[in-house]
């Protein structure tokens, strides 16, 4: 998968290694889900955050805990209900009776790799709480500072089916995810491979009794990869180059956002900084050290989407999001850019070569 | 009958008497009545017609018969600072001389010279006239203000109000026409600028820049974005995402190494250290612009 054309530092192959044997070990586990696991790896990389929509039963927390146990992170997962407070997740004073002083204990936020399970559930004052500190990094507890262990990354998922007692995440919380990725069922290929694994599972004995396994049960706890080289990857992303043509690019497609008739709410600054740190990622994990339109193309959805909110005359002419995004996509390049005027014709000198036009544009 | 009533009855009078008596009353009823006459008696005597009574500011005296030697008079023209205003009712010959019946008022207190205020129709001098001092009293107490001097005005307009109306409906008919016309131009631009843009009018002029090697960096975008579309169209792959659509876009064996030498130029760190953008843009220098579909109207480009 790497081009040796463009990574041949040694750093960047074993990042490249590094990257093949996450994606091996999860592949043990989880059938199919490459995308998937892709966009968990570029949240890993750049240190934002993932919000997997999907129905239930699609791997959620299995890839979590996959990806988890195959980094050696510590991982926690926290299932969001109407009735949980902000301090079940960050922690509180309690009143300790030998000594009577006050000690801290810390929530299950306190852990690497968060998985917070169907946030939307949860009431606004706890889906703030986390969302906070999320954006810091840091929890204050009675009156002290805790910063949160790194790598931290939050994998959240709602379900987008029922709706019921649920609590829509506002676009500007929704702004702090870099990714919402929206899962979809396995291929029937994939599906039947994951029947037949399925099968293979036998019962696992426990004291007296035996215990159906689960696909959790086959995860192997030894880890392929280290603290290291997650620090390397990530350090590997920053130095993945942008170009000015690719920026340029990611703010036609901002702008876009902002000036589409259907749109009320488009993309934020935020948007542009998420598309260009998540297109790096990308990049490495396909190996280059640099960033191409494919990459922009194939993470608009989950940077963009989210961060759109489409007018109600839209929204009763039946468009979605998805279709404003996808005519935005489609028409890049098709109809003149919001940015420059067009070019008006003219008859050119022939010149057989040109400049390198990436001579001109600032290193990453 | 009482004594004053006796006092006061007309008494008969012969043609002599009655004529000066005449001039008595008329004299009275001047005085009275801010009127002023004699009849028919030329004033050789300075001293008398100075010690003829005028009225007040604003207010008309008549001389009746008055007879002035020498030729015919007539009344001097007037201007802003004339104070005396004299008219001549009627003129009848006199021997060599004429009797006039004349009237004049005063719009300043003062005295003032009959004279100065006439002139001879035959243009001849009238120093010959003897002095007509005439005083026009001020009912009002000294030291009043005086009213400001009135003011100089253009001459009214030509026309008057049917000219004024004939013109504003003439403007108004043109104001119509001008509106209704730009309207129409306006809707002939609008028309013109709606029509759909090809890719081929976009592509062509980045080309022959490119080319020429003087792209700009948001041009560069352009170029390739425009050529990812022109590929994307070419290969009907509008109904696809636009990720696959690039994905297999990549894969395409035309398309292909087009969009990976394009990428390298414009996005590699360290690129090949020319591009041959001649050889490589040749193909698409004379995209026929009928064609392509305007890809901006294509119904799968659309929501």
């Known amino acids: 998968m790497t081009d040796p054309a463009n990574a041949s530092t040694p750093a960047f192959e074993e990042t490249a290694d590094f990257i093949n044997r996450i994606r091996e070990r999860i592949a043990t586990v989880v059938v199919g889900q490459e995308v998937v696991v892709e966009r968990l790896l570029i949240s890993l990389f750049t240190g934002g955050h993932i919000l997997l929509q999907g129905v239930p039963g699609v791997a959620k927390t299995l890839l979590a805990s996959v990806l988890s146990r195959a980094l050696d992170l510590e991982f926690s997962r926290v299932q969001f209900t109407i009735d949980l407070l902000p301090s079940d997740i960050l922690g509180s004073e309690i009143l300790d009776r030998r000594t009577n002083e006050f000690r801290t204990h810390k929530g299950p936020i306190f852990t690497n790799l968060l998985l917070a399970d169907e946030i939307n559930r949860a009431a606004p004052k706890v889906q703030s709480a986390l969302l906070e500190a999320m954006q810091e990094r840091k929890i204050t507890i009675g009156n002290t500072t805790y910063t949160l262990p790194a790598p931290f990354l939050v994998i959240a998922t709602q379900n987008p089916v029922e709706q019921a007692g649920t609590f829509e995440l506002p676009e500007a919380q929704l702004d702090r995810f870099m990714l919402l990725h929206r899962l979809d069922y396995p291929s029937p290929e994939d599906e039947r491979e994951l029947l037949r694994r399925n099968a293979r599972l036998g019962v696992r004995r426990a004291e007296k ?23 390397a990857a990530m350090e590997a992303v920053n130095g993945v180059h942008v170009s000015e043509t690719f920026i340029a690019h990611v703010v036609e497609l901002v702008n876009r956002t902002r000036n589409h008739p259907a749109v009320e709410l488009g993309g934020s600054p935020r948007a542009g900084i998420s598309l260009i740190k998540s297109s790096r990622a990308r990049a490495l994990v396909h190996g280059r050290s640099y960033v191409v339109p494919e990459d922009l193309f194939a993470l608009a959805e989950d940077v963009v989407l989210h961060r759109m909110r489409l007018k109600y005359e839209a929204l009763a002419d039946g468009l979605t999001g998805h279709d404003v995004l996808e005519e935005m996509l489609a028409t890049m390049g098709a109809t003149p850019s919001v940015l420059i005027p067009h070019v008006a014709p003219r008859t050119g000198t022939n010149h057989t070569s040109a400049p390198n036009a990436a001579q001109s544009v600032s290193g990453a | 009958m009482t004594a004053a009533a006796r006092r006061a ?8 008497r009655a004529r000066v008596v005449g001039t008595l009353l008329a004299g009275l009823t001047l005085f009275v009545s801010t009127g002023f006459a004699t009849n028919g008696r030329l004033p050789q005597d300075t001293s008398a017609t100075s010690e003829l009574v005028s009225p007040t500011v604003g207010a008309a005296a008549w001389l009746r ?30 021997g060599d001389a004429f009797r006039y019946d004349l009237s004049f008022y005063g719009l300043a207190p003062g005295t003032y010279d009959l004279r100065d205020y006439v002139r001879r129709v035959d243009g001849s001098t009238t120093a010959d006239l003897p002095a007509l001092p005439v005083t026009i009293r001020s009912v009002l107490a000294p030291g009043q203000v005086r009213p400001h001097r009135p003011l100089e005005r253009e001459p009214p307009s030509v026309g008057g109000y049917r000219l004024l109306v004939g013109l504003a409906c003439v403007a108004w008919v043109a104001g119509l026409v001008v509106i209704l016309r730009s309207g129409k131009k306006s809707d002939e631009e609008a028309a013109a600028a709606a029509r759909p843009q090809t890719v081929a009018d976009r592509l062509q002029p980045l080309v022959e820049r490119a080319r020429a090697g003087t792209l700009s960096q948001a041009e560069r975008a352009d170029l390739e974005l425009t050529l990812i579309a022109f590929w994307r169209e070419r290969l009907a792959l509008g109904s696809s995402g636009a990720a696959r659509a690039l994905a297999t876009l990549r894969e395409h064996p035309e398309a292909g190494p087009l969009l990976r030498r394009l990428e390298e130029w414009l996005h590699r760190p360290d690129p090949p250290e020319t591009t041959d953008l001649d050889v490589l843009l040749q193909p698409y220098r004379n995209v026929a612009a009928e064609a392509l579909p305007a890809l901006g109207t294509s119904s799968e480009a659309r929501v």
């Open chain 2, 65 to 94: 018969d008055f007879v002035l030697p020498g030729g015919e008079l007539e009344p001097a023209p007037v201007t802003l600072d004339t104070e005396l205003i004299v008219r001549i009712a009627e003129v009848r010959a006199h």
């Open chain 1, 209 to 231: 009794g035996a215990i159906v396994q689960t696909e959790f049960d086959t995860i192997d706890s030894k880890p392929v990869g280290t603290d290291a080289e997650i620090v």
């Open chain 2, 9 to 16: 009855a007309p008494l008969p009078l012969g043609p002599g």
